[in-house]
């Protein structure tokens, strides 16, 4: 199938897909889950082959046009957005491979929920998974894909095995360790800017049938790290997450949760469990299907879209705080928020141990502590006016700066703007790497540019 640009370009493209013009096609994209910014693309692709999106990038960059790849669309802050460029729906590109022992090759587009379906039926699972399912496996990748398992096994994309990508030349190249080393090393965590990915071989390991989680309560921010950091160290758990939000009966509520993988041998309940300072007579303990328990946040999902929530805007914050100051930097940003506004009913702040070392994406900044926190304010207002979002977006800023001058760093999904020279301290030491390989796999600077890195 081929497309025919209107107005300043009416050169024939040759594609397997289609490149859509039409008014609807580009005023989707021009949209995303944050429902913050909006730039309104000249054209959309629709990919049916890596060629595809190659050939449109050549196109792009010969037209003096930016390009950016869309997964599922859940940036928050138009990162995937390019005003006046060529956006690619990368949902088109949504193929898995056969299960071969112990990986899975997976088209970009793919929903880690469609990749699950697959592997489960085979045994097997990805080491580490998002909360929430519905989102591509390429959009993850760039960022670098944090879930409960983080602690223990890294972030996903330290688990991608190979990689096929397109950078910013139009250029089709497999990367891995061993092979093209410099643009795997880049594009994992590396935020879209060298090349875009349109298929990944994933690492598998044996996985389990069911999940023993425990919902722990604490009287303080204090006891709650306390234990944090007790079960970060032994690893008695294969997912500890935090939460702090409002409490139905007023004040705030302090909460682990925390997760144990098995198959037809329970696990033990007091081993579990000792040593805990929770309070036990409000101790939630249930056993769920591997899968239900990563699908959980589903139903959250499924009573945001019945009250209308989910198309108002997600201006969240996404942060990294080292051990030495997470709780002098919680306790201050806690004290500084109103839940009910700053957070909304369904909102909380996310505060979760990880161990640094378990984390080898090399462009994924974290405090220099063994021992960090992901520090998460999921704000979902109850409203969908501008004026609140434009509101959140500022306090993120405020926030992100007293969390960078103790020594913190940002998981880029956030909703707030960063100059050029604020991404360049953002990556630290790692920035030269990023940038040799702009020059080397996007001199033209085509790719992904709603970041504003370079």
């Known amino acids: 199938m081929s497309s025919t640009a209107p107005g300043r370009s009416r050169a024939r493209l040759p594609l ?25 693309p000249e054209a959309v692709l629709l990919p049916a082959s890596a060629g595809d999106v190659a050939r449109t ?56 929920s469609e990749v699950l379906g697959v592997t489960l039926a085979q045994g097997k699972t990805p080491p580490v998974l998002t909360d929430y399912l519905a989102l591509s496996v390429g959009g993850t990748l760039i960022a670098g894909g944090v879930g409960g398992a983080t602690s223990a096994s890294g972030v996903q994309s330290d688990h ?9 030349t139009g250029r089709k190249l497999t990367c891995s360790p061993s092979h093209n080393a410099r643009l795997f090393d880049a594009v994992r965590g ?64 302090f909460r682990l949760d925390a997760a144990k993988h098995f198959g037809a041998q329970a696990p033990d309940d007091d081993a579990l469990l000792s040593g805990l300072s929770d309070d036990r007579a409000r101790r939630q303990p249930t056993t769920l299907r591997y899968f239900d328990y990563l699908n959980r946040l589903a139903s959250l999902e499924a009573a945001l879209r019945v009250n209308g929530q989910w198309s108002f805007p997600h201006p969240w914050l996404t942060t990294f705080i080292g051990d030495a100051q997470v709780e002098r930097v919680v306790s201050a940003e806690l004290d500084a928020l109103d839940p009910a506004t700053d957070l909304g009913p369904f909102g909380q702040v996310v505060l979760s141990p990880i161990r640094r070392a378990a984390i080898a994406s090399p462009l994924l900044r974290m ?31 405020a926030a992100y700066d007293r969390v960078k001058r103790a020594g913190g760093t940002l ?14 301290d953002h990556f630290g030491s790692a920035f030269g790497r990023l940038d040799a390989a702009k020059q080397e796999f996007d001199p033209g600077g085509i790719l992904t540019p709603g970041y504003e890195i370079f």
């Open 160 to 168: 991608v095995i190979d990689m096929e990508v397109v950078t910013g």
């Open 411 to 424: 998981y880029p999904v956030s909703a707030l703007p960063l100059s050029a020279g604020e991404w360049r």
């Open 367 to 397: 405090p220099p502590d063994d021992l960090c926190h992901a520090f998460n304010l999921i704000r979902i207002p109850a409203t969908g006016e501008p004026r609140e979002a434009s509101r959140l977006v500022a306090a993120n800023r």
């Open 190 to 253: 590396g935020l879209g800017q060298v090349g875009v990915i349109t298929k990944a071989t994933l690492r598998l390991v044996t996985a389990p049938q069911w999940v023993r989680r425990f919902l722990l309560s604490y009287p303080d921010l204090p006891t709650m790290l306390e234990d944090a950091r007790l079960l970060a160290a032994d690893n008695r758990f294969d997912a500890v997450q935090g939460a702090i939000a409002a409490a139905p009966s007023g004040g705030i509520a």
């Open 57 to 112: 990038i050549r196109w792009a960059a010969q037209r003096g046009s930016r390009f950016a790849p869309q997964g599922r669309r859940h940036s928050t802050f138009g990162r995937a957005q390019v005003r006046g460029g060529i956006v690619a729906d990368m949902s088109t590109l949504g193929t898995i491979g056969a299960v071969e022992g112990d990986r899975v090759a997976v088209e970009a587009g793919a929903r880690w």
């Open 16 to 40: 397997d897909g289609e490149l859509r013009f039409d008014a609807a096609a580009r005023s989707l994209r021009a949209d995303d889950f944050g429902h913050i910014v909006h730039k309104l």
